[in-house]
């Protein structure tokens, strides 16, 4: 039997749970065994039937999921002897100098405080202003506006690097196996 992987994503709108897809695609073609699952408060995390974690999480106004950090805090002990991978999915990530964990601050801000053990990847999300909601589409908006980012509500802009998200996969899937 091959090396499990649990593969957690969270999100709103929807591309973390894309990203999610085509990592474990990735992963499954390495030859591992995955299960994937959506980011929530009894997340199933169990030591005896997973190997590793991957967890595709974005970022919603600058904070990450509470789930993500009680993700981490409930498994702790397990997370800091097992590969895991956290793929931060982010709008700012759309500038190509945000895509460094070590230069991401939400990314900085999560490791901080969370004291997440494993490796981290900053990705690219998308934006969707028809599918969001008034008070969403005006926040992001303003946002944008802050970034220099596009402010058309009829935009709809898949920002993700495929390229990157499965270059990701596979050093994760190497480093899974191993």
Same mark, same amino acid.
């Given at each position: 039997?091959?090396?499990?992987?649990? !593969?957690?994503?969270?999100?709103?709108?929807?591309?973390? /749970? $894309? *990203?999610?897809?085509?990592?474990? &695609?990735?992963? =499954?073609?390495?030859? +591992? &065994?995955?299960?994937?699952? #959506?980011?929530?408060?009894?997340?199933?995390?169990?030591?005896?039937?997973?190997?590793?974690?991957?967890?595709?999480? %974005?970022?919603? @106004?600058?904070?990450?999921?509470?789930?993500? @950090?009680?993700? !981490?805090?409930?498994?702790?002990?397990?997370? #800091?002897?097992?590969? %895991?991978?956290?793929?931060?999915? %982010?709008?700012?990530?759309? $500038?190509? #100098?945000?895509?460094?964990?070590? #230069?991401?601050?939400?990314?900085?801000?999560?490791?901080?405080?969370?004291?997440?053990?494993?490796?981290?990847?900053?990705?690219?999300?998308?934006?969707? @202003?028809?599918?969001?909601? *008034?008070?969403?589409?005006?926040? *992001?908006? +303003?946002?944008? $506006?802050?970034?220099?980012?596009?402010?058309?509500?009829?935009?709809? *802009? &898949? @920002?993700?690097?495929? =390229?990157?998200?499965? /270059?990701?996969?596979?050093?994760?899937?190497?480093?899974?196996?191993?």
């Amino acid at each position: 039997m091959g090396k499990r992987v649990l !593969v957690v994503h969270g999100g709103r709108f929807g591309q973390s /749970a $894309k *990203i999610a897809r085509a990592m474990d &695609e990735v992963l =499954q073609a390495a030859g +591992l &065994e995955t299960e994937v699952t #959506e980011l929530g408060r009894s997340t199933a995390v169990d030591p005896a039937r997973h190997d590793a974690l991957l967890l595709v999480t %974005s970022v919603r @106004y600058g904070y990450f999921d509470r789930n993500a @950090y009680r993700l !981490v805090e409930r498994h702790r002990g397990w997370l #800091e002897s097992a590969p %895991s991978q956290l793929v931060t999915v %982010s709008l700012t990530a759309r $500038k190509d #100098e945000k895509r460094d964990p070590q #230069e991401h601050s939400y990314t900085q801000k999560f490791l901080a405080k969370s004291g997440w053990p494993g490796a981290a990847e900053v990705v690219a999300g998308a934006l969707d @202003y028809p599918r969001y909601r *008034i008070w969403d589409r005006l926040a *992001i908006q +303003l946002i944008m $506006k802050i970034t220099d980012g596009p402010t058309d509500p009829t935009l709809s *802009i &898949e @920002y993700t690097d495929w =390229q990157q998200v499965r /270059a990701a996969a596979r050093r994760f899937a190497a480093s899974a196996a191993g």
